[in-house]
């Protein structure tokens, strides 16, 4: 397709959480900070997987789980990926993720997006997989014991996720409610669950993974203060990899701590809502 259809493709869509550039054609991501974000994101938890992986992914088969408009498929394919498969649970994202695959030029036998509740889909024929990304989805889901059970009988070694987390100390479940209509939120169920770090870890070796949490190095935290409180944190898990060598944080830390992370959590929601007030002409506080 010539650049103007190209353009045309992109704008069809009223909504893109990644940006990407296609043959020149940005895509008009909603919110600008985010395009910091995801790289700053890229650095942290893919990058650190291609190094577990030996710098390549050449061999692997990846499993995207939510996966959005393929930002993270397609850098599985440019790590050296042999085939990724894309989950997701709406269309609209689906399509645009064929639109960016097919705008780069990537080999069809190397790729399939499909669109489906992930604990419906039979993934079975297609597993199993080297590695499972679930990056920005474990928040969203009202059985997460339920998806890391589906997530170990389709993959054979390692498991990246990344998600929002609960501040509370010790092993917990927060409940929160979300809304389907809305296109970066859950897509069955009102009622989601927020895990606490060490939730994280539990689920995972509870279905036979160890675990690290990568400790965030953002060279910019523009668009990612919730991983800089604490409240958002990437978890490599593995079957068979070993994690020595990882740059990796407690996973289990005092209560002090977490008073002092919901402080700043509180802190900078307080700065989002001046500012966004100030936009408004509006004042709060000095």
Same mark, same amino acid.
């Given at each position: 397709?010539?650049?103007?259809?190209?353009?045309?493709?992109?704008?069809?869509?009223?909504?893109?959480?990644?940006?990407?550039?296609?043959?020149?054609?940005?895509?008009?991501?909603?919110?600008?900070?985010?395009?910091?974000?995801?790289?700053?994101?890229?650095?942290?938890?893919?990058?650190?997987?291609?190094?577990?992986?030996?710098?390549?992914?050449?061999?692997?088969?990846?499993?995207?789980?939510?996966?959005?408009?393929?930002?993270?498929?397609?850098?599985?394919?440019?790590?050296?990926?042999?085939?990724?498969?894309?989950?997701?649970?709406?269309?609209?994202?689906?399509?645009?993720?064929?639109?960016?695959?097919?705008?780069?030029?990537?080999?069809?036998?190397?790729?399939?997006?499909?669109?489906?509740?992930?604990?419906?889909?039979?993934?079975?024929?297609?597993?199993?997989?080297?590695?499972?990304?679930? *990056?920005?989805?474990?928040?969203?889901?009202?059985?997460?014991?339920?998806?890391?059970?589906?997530?170990?009988?389709?993959?054979?070694?390692?498991? *990246?996720?990344?998600?929002?987390?609960?501040?509370?100390?010790?092993?917990?479940?927060?409940?929160?409610?979300?809304?389907?209509?809305?296109?970066?939120?859950?897509?069955?169920?009102?009622?989601?669950?927020?895990?606490?770090?060490?939730?994280?870890?539990? *689920?995972?070796?509870?279905?036979?993974?160890?675990?690290?949490?990568?400790?965030?190095?953002?060279?910019?935290?523009?668009?990612?203060?919730?991983?800089?409180?604490?409240?958002?944190?990437?978890?490599?898990?593995?079957?068979?990899?070993?994690?020595?060598?990882?740059?990796?944080?407690?996973?289990?830390?005092?209560? *002090?701590?977490?008073?002092?992370?919901?402080?700043?959590?509180?802190?900078?929601?307080?700065?989002?809502?001046?500012?966004?007030?100030?936009?408004?002409?509006?004042?709060?506080?000095?």
């Amino acid at each position: 397709m010539d650049t103007e259809q190209l353009r045309e493709r992109v704008a069809g869509f009223p909504h893109w959480h990644y940006e990407f550039d296609l043959q020149g054609v940005r895509t008009p991501i909603t919110n600008p900070e985010f395009a910091n974000r995801h790289r700053e994101r890229k650095r942290y938890l893919f990058d650190p997987l291609v190094r577990l992986c030996g710098g390549s992914l050449e061999g692997k088969r990846v499993l995207d789980l939510g996966c959005n408009a393929g930002f993270w498929s397609l850098a599985a394919l440019e790590a050296g990926a042999d085939f990724v498969l894309g989950v997701e649970g709406r269309k609209l994202y689906v399509d645009q993720a064929e639109l960016v695959f097919e705008a780069k030029s990537i080999d069809r036998a190397r790729y399939r997006f499909l669109v489906g509740d992930l604990f419906s889909l039979d993934l079975d024929a297609a597993a199993p997989f080297d590695i499972v990304l679930c *990056l920005g989805l474990l928040y969203h889901v009202s059985k997460p014991m339920s998806l890391f059970e589906r997530i170990s009988s389709w993959n054979k070694d390692i498991l *990246l996720v990344d998600t929002t987390l609960s501040l509370l100390p010790g092993a917990h479940l927060r409940i929160i409610e979300e809304k389907p209509d809305e296109p970066l939120t859950a897509v069955d169920h009102v009622i989601a669950f927020v895990p606490t770090r060490e939730a994280v870890a539990k *689920l995972a070796r509870e279905v036979g993974y160890s675990v690290a949490m990568l400790r965030p190095r953002f060279e910019s935290w523009e668009g990612a203060g919730d991983y800089r409180v604490g409240s958002r944190r990437a978890f490599v898990c593995s079957k068979q990899t070993p994690l020595e060598g990882v740059d990796a944080e407690p996973i289990r830390v005092s209560p *002090l701590d977490y008073v002092a992370w919901a402080g700043d959590a509180v802190l900078g929601e307080a700065g989002r809502l001046r500012r966004s007030l100030r936009q408004r002409g509006l004042s709060f506080g000095p």
